[in-house]
């Protein structure tokens, strides 16, 4: 179970320890729904897509004369993997797929924004069940 990343989390980051003091918990918690839904679902497909895919198959040329969403499997195999790398250990499994479906999507929509919409709400999904289940180890 540990190995495909399905193992109970509890250690991590736990607002919790807010709990006593109700605006610095609402602070903590609205920071990182924050930090996960808007901050890095722009900053990772901004660099993954919008950067690394292109930058691949432009072999040495400018990225930016590659079209977006442009399909390669040698791209797909390092952007995948090193996106799926990017992640602790116990996350490759998930990683992986989410990767495979991110690039799928960047390819059929040829639009970096709906990669950002896609990762937020997996990632907005990803913080309700944090907070629902308390398993910190996913933040």
């Given amino acids: 179970m ?5 193992a109970e989390r ?3 980051f736990d607002p919790t320890l807010f709990e ?3 605006a610095a918990y609402a602070l903590v918690v609205v920071m ?3 930090r996960m839904v808007v901050v890095v679902p722009l900053i990772e497909e901004i660099f993954w897509r919008g950067f690394l895919m292109r930058y691949v198959q432009a072999d040495g040329d400018d990225f930016r004369k590659v079209p977006f969403g442009r399909h390669d499997w040698r791209t797909f195999a390092i952007v995948t993997g090193c996106f799926m790398a990017a992640h602790a250990p116990v996350d490759w499994t998930g990683a992986l797929g989410f990767g495979a479906l991110m690039y799928w999507l960047t390819v059929k ?3 970096l924004g709906a990669c950002v919409v896609m990762h937020a709400v997996a990632n907005l999904l990803l ?3 944090v907070m629902w289940t308390r398993q910190w180890g996913f933040w």
């Fill in 2 to 6: 540990e190995w495909l990343g399905l």
């Fill in 10 to 12: 509890k250690d991590g």
């Fill in 20 to 22: 006593a003091n109700g």
């Fill in 32 to 34: 990182r729904f924050i």
């Fill in 109 to 111: 929509s040829r639009s």
């Fill in 127 to 129: 913080g309700v069940y």
